[in-house]
Nanobody, 115 residues
Framework: QVQLVESGGGLVQPGGSLRLSCAAS????????MGWYRQAPGKQRELVAR???????NYADSVKGRFTISRDNAKNTVYLQMNNLKPEDTAHYYC?????????WGQGTQVTVSS
């Protein structure tokens, strides 16, 4: 059974930075593209960043230039470096494969951007 555990969220002021981590059991990172998703209150969950098994990255337009996704296959961990955070980045953040597997969703981590 694959487990994904997200961490690193918190409360930050606009313009601040956070680094999210996603630790996985098993060796799925070596096989699959991974993504960071977020869900704000009243909105659908959206994919904001993905990284292929080979390291290629893609970003939603809303975070391009501010967020950076990376992976460390030796540590079975995916990261999301978030800079210049905006109030509209406030959401619950999750990692999963891309495309997402329904039984891989973890608890996620809350990011709140507010002054």
């Amino acid at each position: 059974q694959v487990q994904l555990v997200e961490s690193g969220g918190g409360l930050v002021q606009p313009g601040g930075s956070l680094r999210l981590s996603c630790a996985a059991s098993g060796n799925i990172f070596r096989l699959y593209a991974m993504g960071w998703y977020r869900q704000a209150p009243g909105k659908q969950r959206e994919l904001v960043a993905r990284i292929s098994s080979g390291g290629g990255t893609n970003y939603a337009d809303s975070v391009k230039g501010r967020f950076t996704i990376s992976r460390d296959n030796a540590k079975n961990t995916v990261y999301l470096q978030m800079n210049n955070l905006k109030p509209e980045d406030t959401a619950h953040y999750y990692c999963n494969t891309d495309p997402a597997m329904s039984n891989y969703w973890g608890q996620g981590t809350q990011v709140t951007v507010s002054s």
